[in-house]
C-alpha cells in the first residue's frame, strides 16, 4: 500500500491530467491476470471522508453513494449517514451477485435500515 501510495507523484499526476484514465490501468492488470484463470477483485475505501458534511448551496446530503459501477468484481466501503455502520456497494455479474445475495453466512451481517 505505502509503495502505491508514493507512485502518486508529481509524473502520475501530470499523466492524469493529460487525459490518462486511472481505471483503464486496473482493465489492463485485470485482463492480464491468468487471461480469465484468475478472478480479481479490487477494493476502496470512502470511510472517514466527510462525505455527509459537503453542502453544495442546497443542504447537506441524507445520502451519499458511489456513481460508478463500471467495472465488476469492485466493492468500495462507505460510512453509513449516521457513522455508527458501513455501507458496502458491491459490483458482480447477475450470476455472482444472485449467490451473493443467498449467501446465508453473509446475511447474518447485513442490516438494512428501514428508512432515512
Known sequence: ??????????????????????????REKAASYGKGETAVFLFTSLCRFPLYEADFGWGKPIWAGSGDREMKNVTTFMDTITGDG???????????????????ELLKYIDVPKSL
Do not use: C, P
Request: glycine share 4%.
Open 86 to 104: 458501513i455501507e458496502a456497494w458491491i459490483t458482480l455479474s447477475e450470476e455472482e451477485m444472485a449467490k451473493f445475495d443467498s449467501d446465508e
Open 1 to 26: 500500500m505505502r509503495e502505491s501510495i508514493k507512485a502518486v507523484d508529481k509524473e502520475y499526476v501530470k499523466k492524469l491530467q493529460d487525459g490518462y484514465n486511472h481505471l483503464d490501468g486496473f
